[in-house]
């Protein structure tokens, strides 16, 4: 596999639109070697000086995957929404126009669009397994993989919003996150490799709000997991 040196990828890592200023937190790291990925596939993309719509309507309607056209055809237009209005707020900010648009967009729109774009991009029906680093990681944080994700279900029933599993570059620990909001309680120096959707809209077109277990049931048996496994891998010597 290519590789290439920290600071090349934090060029590619600049795509992703998370808003985290990876390349300020590590400025003056050695040049440490990481391996190459196609950020594309992981994380947003933004090109040409804005970020791009992804095209995930192959999922709509798809067999096995659990999840309504309805449902998911409903989603994504919230999705379009949030690349339109963050790429609206980037552009009017950078202008000087200091307003509720822009400061609610620059930070609400922003996340959900990354945000979704994790979630959206890891529904697969095709057999995925963890890699051996997130593994470890993993049963590091939790103890084992089990109770991994006995946390991730319990933190998506008690939250609306969403329940993230992210690297926290602080002290190089995988961790769930509770989000009430896609820009309220997000905590600084995390980067999500695995986004859950609890809001309501994610799940009501299809599921009663009562069946909101039977919702995260079925999103855990659509895991792609060998993406996440490449995004921990990505993110996983940025500490």
């Given at each position: 596999?290519?590789?290439?040196?920290?600071r090349d990828f934090f060029g590619a890592a600049a795509v992703s639109g998370l808003?985290?200023?990876?390349?300020?937190?590590?400025?003056?790291?050695?040049?440490?070697?990481?391996?190459?990925?196609?950020?594309?596939?992981?994380?947003?993309?933004?090109?040409?000086?804005?970020?791009?719509?992804?095209?995930?309507?192959?999922?709509?309607?798809?067999?096995?995957?659990?999840?309504?056209?309805?449902?998911?055809e409903n989603h994504l237009g919230l999705?379009?929404?949030?690349?339109?209005?963050?790429?609206?707020?980037?552009?009017?900010?950078?202008?000087?126009?200091?307003?509720?648009?822009?400061?609610?967009?620059?930070?609400?729109?922003?996340?959900?669009?990354?945000?979704?774009?994790?979630?959206?991009?890891?529904?697969?029906?095709?057999?995925?397994?963890?890699?051996?680093?997130?593994?470890?990681?993993?049963?590091?944080?939790?103890?084992?993989?089990?109770?991994?994700?006995?946390?991730?279900?319990?933190?998506?029933?008690?939250?609306?919003?969403?329940?993230?599993?992210?690297?926290?570059?602080?002290?190089?620990?995988?961790?769930?996150?509770?989000?009430?909001?896609?820009?309220?309680?997000?905590?600084?120096?995390?980067?999500?490799?695995?986004?859950?959707?609890?809001?309501?809209?994610?799940?009501?077109?299809?599921?009663?709000?009562?069946?909101?277990?039977?919702?995260?049931?079925?999103?855990?048996?659509?895991?792609?997991?060998?993406?996440?496994?490449?995004?921990?891998?990505?993110?996983?010597?940025?500490?």
């Amino acid at each position: 596999m290519k590789e290439m040196t920290r600071r090349d990828f934090f060029g590619a890592a600049a795509v992703s639109g998370l808003g985290l200023g990876l390349a300020s937190v590590l400025t003056g790291c050695n040049e440490t070697k990481v391996k190459s990925f196609d950020m594309a596939n992981l994380y947003p993309v933004y090109q040409d000086g804005a970020y791009l719509e992804k095209d995930f309507s192959h999922l709509i309607g798809k067999a096995g995957l659990g999840l309504s056209a309805e449902n998911i055809e409903n989603h994504l237009g919230l999705y379009s929404n949030y690349v339109k209005n963050v790429n609206k707020a980037e552009k009017e900010m950078a202008a000087g126009q200091v307003n509720d648009f822009t400061m609610k967009h620059l930070a609400f729109s922003l996340n959900g669009m990354a945000l979704h774009d994790i979630y959206f991009s890891n529904m697969t029906t095709e057999t995925t397994s963890r890699s051996t680093a997130l593994e470890n990681a993993l049963a590091g944080t939790f103890g084992s993989f089990e109770n991994y994700m006995k946390n991730l279900s319990e933190l998506a029933m008690q939250v609306d919003g969403w329940s993230l599993t992210a690297f926290n570059l602080l002290n190089g620990k995988i961790f769930n996150y509770a989000l009430k909001h896609h820009s309220d309680n997000f905590p600084n120096f995390v980067i999500p490799i695995l986004a859950l959707d609890v809001y309501e809209h994610a799940y009501v077109k299809q599921f009663t709000k009562e069946a909101k277990t039977e919702y995260i049931e079925v999103f855990k048996g659509i895991i792609n997991w060998d993406l996440v496994s490449q995004r921990f891998d990505a993110v996983k010597n940025l500490t």
